[in-house]
């Protein structure tokens, strides 16, 4: 029988809403567009289709240049500041959408949010490999980017960077990580806690695209639960999650497990 998605909605108050860092908010409601009823490839279609619709909708894009382009195959984006900044920095940006959605359209609004924040150029990218070796082609450093994702896109950057670690290279300046689920085990105690007050995700959900995406594996493996990965040496990371969220202890036990491994971490909660 066929895994069925379920997305739990609850009406928040402006007061609980208005706390929540506006990175946060934006993440929560491209988490619920569009959500599929199954895993079909029609109603995951239908979803990327919302998430797409919702970003050009509610991009922030005001003083920002949009630029797509092809890269290697895969479509992919620059966000940046129209007025001059200087920096030779860039963020890497890994879009969320649980292994299984998610596209540029779903990626701009955290996309110019970043911008907005940090000054910085962002590269979105519909992925299969992180394009890390064109952004050195373009002249940025290892330590000059800023490696970002949220939900599954933190689950592929924490994996991105242990694998250039374990290949020698050298590893991103920074990471920055929003809701990022890093324990495919599903071993944490906010997936029972928090699985009636989580306004998008359920564990039926999580366990279908955990199914898609690596069925009959590990799920131990540091590839797909970056959690049990040696962060020893890794760079200065920023965790957001929210309290409320089933994704809280993925965050909370990476935080934990950063510290013990001497990395400077920060987990911000809302």
Not at 205 to 232: H, M, Q, W
Not at 253 to 262: E, F, G, I, T, V
């Amino acid at each position: 029988m066929e895994p069925k998605l379920r997305i739990i909605r609850k009406k928040k108050s402006e007061a609980e809403n208005a706390h929540l860092d506006p990175l946060m908010r934006a993440l929560k409601a491209l988490h619920s567009a569009g959500a599929p009823e199954s895993m079909t490839a029609e109603e995951l279609e239908r979803q990327r289709r919302s998430q797409e619709v919702l970003g050009k909708l509610t991009a922030p894009m005001t003083g920002m240049d949009y630029e797509e382009f092809a890269l290697s195959g895969m479509s992919a984006a620059w966000t940046r500041l129209k007025a001059p900044h200087g920096s030779r920095h860039a963020i890497l940006y890994c879009h969320g959408g649980g292994y299984t959605s998610g596209n540029l359209g779903y990626s701009r609004v955290l996309s110019s949010k970043l911008a907005h924040a940090t000054g910085y150029d962002v590269l979105s990218f519909e992925y299969r490999l992180a394009p890390e070796d064109y952004l050195m082609l373009q002249g940025y450093g290892a330590r000059d980017i800023v490696l970002a994702g949220d939900s599954a896109g933190g689950n592929l950057a924490l994996v991105l960077c242990n694998r250039l670690k374990t290949a020698g290279r050298k590893l991103p300046g920074a990471l920055i990580l929003m809701s990022p689920w890093t324990d495919m085990t599903m071993s944490g105690q906010s997936y029972t806690e928090r699985a009636e007050i989580d306004p998008m995700l359920t564990p039926e959900y999580i366990e279908a695209v955990r199914l898609a995406y690596a069925a009959g594996r590990d799920y131990r493996s540091s590839d797909l639960s970056p959690l049990f990965a040696d962060f020893t040496g890794f760079p200065p990371t920023l965790i957001q999650v929210g309290d409320h969220e089933i994704l809280y202890s993925d965050s909370e036990q990476l935080y934990q497990a950063m510290k013990r491994a001497n990395v400077p971490c920060r987990l911000q909660v809302s």
